[in-house]
DNA sequence: GGGGAGAGATGCCGC
DNA sequence: GCGGCATTTCTCCCC
C-alpha cells in the first residue's frame, strides 16, 4: 500500500508508472480534463475528478455524483504517462474497438496504488431466469392445464423463456420481465409468435406475459395481439431455496 | 484532504462519519462482504474491494475487473457506520425503489475523503440525434427526392428520427442506429410505421434504417417489411460543425 | 412520476 | 467473433 498527499506531477508519474508495471489498483484525486476519441467524441473541461485504473487497465473517471463513469475506457486499455508543461498527462489507447484517451491533470491531490485480489463472484436471485425457473416449477401460476416444456430455449430469432403446451394442442408461450413489461416486450413476445406460427404452420398458439407490471400501452397492444397478462413477482431467496430442494426431491 | 494508511477500524469509522458529514468524496481500499437486497437480493463473500462514496451519497463496490461496479446503491442513500465484533458495518439505504445494503470490512487498507467541486458537463458528438441532425441537414444521403419535414419528433406515433416525404405522397420515416441496427430496430420501426397506417388510413408508408451495420437477421426481417437499410455513418467533429454553420447561415 | 428510447451502454451466453 | 438479450441497467426527455 502506497499513498501519497499533493505529489508533484513528476513524482505522481513515477508512481503510477511504478504501479501500472506492478498490476496495482490506482485511484488519483485531481483536477483534470478529459478527451475521448473513439466509439463517439467527447471533451470534458477541468474538474475535480477520481480517476480509478484497475489491475485488468479498465480506467474509470468519475465525477463527485452519478453510478457511471463520465468516462472509461474498456479492459486492457494499453496506458502511458508523460508531462508536457507542466500538466500530467494520461493517454489510454484500446484496439477493437478503436479508441483512445487523453487526461490532462493540472494537480494531484492525492494518489494510492496498492495490490488486490478477488476472485469472488456475487450470487444473485431474483432475475429473469429464476422467475422463468420458478414458472417452469410451478406451471400452476400461469393456469391450471399449462405444462411446461422448454426453459430458456434458444431459437435463431431469440431465445424464449418459458415454453409449453396446454394439452389441448395450444403452444404457449412466455416472456417474463422482472420488473415492468413495456412496448418492447410484446414485440419480442410478437417476434417470437410469428416465427413459430410460420415454422410450425399452426395459429394455435398464446402468448403470456408475466411481470409485476405492465405499461398502460404495453398492455392495449397485448390486448390487441392476444396476448395475455399474467401478474407474477421475481422469487425471493426463499422460494427459491424451496424450488431448488423440491427439484433435488425429485430425482 | 485526508489520508489514512491501514487505519483500525474504530479510527476509520470515525473518519468515515466524519467524511459524511462534510459530503467528501470518500474512497476505501478494503476487504469486505457484501449483501444487497432491493430490486433483487446478491451476496458476495470475501475480497479486496474499492469502496466509493460520493458526495451525493451515490456508492460504489468495485473489483479489481471491470468497467461496473459489483455492488452500488444510488444516490442519496443514507449511509450509516458501526463497529460488530471487530468488523466495520456499513448500511446504506434507500426509498423508492426501497433497497438496503451492508458491507461488512475486516480490515481498510486505505481510506481517503476531500470535498469535492465539479459541475462541468462533458460534449458529446456522435450521437444517434447527431446523424439524425445530418440527415435532416443533408437529406440526398437518403435520396434525391427525400425532403425531410420533422426531427426527433414526439409524435402520438412514437418517437420518429426524422420523418418527412418524396413529395410524390408516400411519407418517409428514418430510424437511426449509430452502431448497428438489430431486430429490435426494425420492431420499433415496424410499430411506427402500424401506427401510422392505421391512424392515417394509408399504405404508403416508406420505412428507412440508417446505420453503419445491420445484422443478417434485421436485415432479412427489414426485407420482409419493405423496408430499406441505408449505410450511414454517424458523424465526427468536423461534418457536424459544417453542418452547424450551414445551419446557422441559413438564418 | 410514468412512458419511451438511447447509451461511447456493459455483460452474459450460445452458436 | 456475431447475435440476441437481460441489467439491482442508467440517463435523458417528453407528456
Known sequence: ???YTIPDNEEAKQEIKKALKKN??????????VHYKGRAESKLENGDRVILIKPDKTL??????????INWMAERSSIKTSINGGILELTAEN?????????????????????????????IIGTEADMARMIYDKPTLISNDFI?????????YGFIDVM???????????ECKR????????????RYAERIKKSKGTNNIKGIIAAPKIT????????????????????????????????????
Chains 1, 2 share one sequence.
Request: contains cysteine; proline residues 6%.
Open 148 to 156: 411446461p416444456a422448454s426453459l430458456e430455449e434458444q431459437t435463431k
Open 60 to 69: 474509470l473517471v468519475h465525477k463527485p455524483e452519478g453510478r457511471n463513469p
Open 216 to 251: 398502460k400501452n404495453a398492455e392495449i397492444m397485448a390486448k390487441d395481439w392476444g396476448f395475455e397478462f399474467i401478474k407474477i413477482d421475481p422469487p425471493k431467496y426463499l422460494e427459491i431455496d424451496k424450488a431448488r430442494q423440491n427439484t433435488l426431491n425429485k430425482y
Open 179 to 190: 420488473y415492468k413489461a413495456d412496448l418492447n416486450t410484446i414485440q419480442q413476445l410478437r
Open 95 to 123: 484496439i477493437n474497438p478503436r479508441e483512445s484517451m487523453k487526461i490532462s491533470i493540472n494537480e494531484v491531490h492525492m494518489l494510492s496504488a496498492k495490490k488486490m485480489i478477488d476472485g469472488i463472484k456475487p450470487k
Open 1 to 3: 500500500m502506497r499513498q
Open 164 to 174: 409449453g403446451h396446454n394439452g389441448k394442442g395450444s403452444i404457449i408461450i412466455i
Open 24 to 33: 496495482e489498483m490506482i485511484t488519483l484525486y485531481c483536477n483534470c480534463s
